[in-house]
């Protein structure tokens, strides 16, 4: 279970940043040839290797930091129209599965008293 918690959040926190890079330079930019808003995807790079390599602290960090991007994805698929609001849905999918799966293996590996 706790495996499969850690590689479901691994996944999907590489696909998000993956999603990111693509959406704002090849798929629906915010201007034609790509805009500053690539670097939205630098941030996600902070937690990557700390949930590649399974420690708590930073699923629970994480955990609240991943929110900022659900929120912008909601927004953005609220007033997107066309490819840019369908991505924005796919961001929110992969935040929610990413919370998920943090909260849950922050919950499953944590020190009983």
Known sequence: ???NLQLGASVSLIALIL??????????????GGSLLILKS????????GILGGKRYTYKW???FILLYFTEGVVRAWSDVG???KL???EVILTLVFFLCAIFYARLTRSHY
């Open 1 to 3: 279970m706790i495996k």
């Open 19 to 32: 999603l990111c890079l693509a959406w704002e330079t090849v798929l629906a930019p915010f201007k034609p």
């Open 42 to 49: 630098l941030p996600l790079l902070l937690p990557l290797f």
């Open 62 to 64: 994480a955990s609240m």
């Open 83 to 85: 490819l840019s609001g």
């Open 88 to 90: 924005a849905l796919l």
